[in-house]
């Protein structure tokens, strides 16, 4: 119970709740109301990097959600440019985080981070669809251990501004690992192919938990 109400947070978020705590106390010396403001946006950064545990399936036969949020998209594209992948064909699926989400990102089924390619660019609202193609962003390529290939995009937002990347090439994760995470709203795509979707558009889903295909 104090766990759910009191999660642990990401240490991203050290920094950005002691400037918040500071802040309030400063502004509750000249303003109980501007005080009392400062309060809530405390509170509501300590719950933005709030990094709860989840429970994964623990089955590679399936493919987990690798953000909390809502799916905003499901289709059929070509793999990103950046890892050589535009002449092959995935299937797509986004998940938008808004800033109430959690915004630790998950990977989708165990194997092992063959290559990471990070591109500079704009920053988008993330529920666009040309924030694929233009915002700054993260690729993940995973090699799964049925040696499938899966694809995982990190894309900030209109008011993210900075990607944080925890893994390394070459490390082998279990399903559910947290591989990073994304500040202040962003989007989430993943690209795999050979595998029936579950996900409905519009769903509200969870990472590390959610299931978004099986095989």
């Given amino acids: 119970m104090f766990n759910t109400i009191f999660p642990k947070i990401h240490k991203e978020g050290y920094k950005f709740l002691a400037i918040s705590i500071l802040a309030t106390f400063i502004i509750l010396f000249f303003s109980k109301f501007l005080g009392l403001v400062f309060i809530l946006i405390t509170v509501w950064v300590y719950y933005f990097f709030r990094d709860p545990e989840r429970h994964c399936i623990n089955d590679d036969s399936y493919l987990v959600s690798p953000a909390d949020g809502l799916i905003t998209d499901i289709s059929e594209k070509s793999g990103p440019e950046e890892l050589r992948l535009e002449n092959t064909t995935f299937t797509k699926i ?109 769903q509200n889903v969870v990472a590390g938990e959610s299931l978004l295909a099986s095989e």
């Fill in 94 to 202: 986004s998940v938008f985080m808004n800033v109430f989400n959690c915004h630790v990102n998950r990977v989708p089924s165990s194997g092992k981070i063959e290559e990471i390619y990070y591109k500079p660019g704009k920053f988008l609202n993330a529920s666009l669809d040309k924030a694929s193609e233009e915002n700054e962003r993260n690729y993940f390529k995973v090699k799964l251990n049925n040696d499938e290939d899966i694809i995982i995009v990190q894309i900030a937002g209109l008011i993210a501004r900075r990607i944080v990347c925890e893994v390394e090439q070459g490390q082998e994760l279990k399903q559910g690992d947290r591989i990073g995470m994304i500040r202040f709203g962003s989007r989430v795509d993943i690209y795999f192919k050979n595998k029936k979707v579950l996900a409905k558009l519009g």
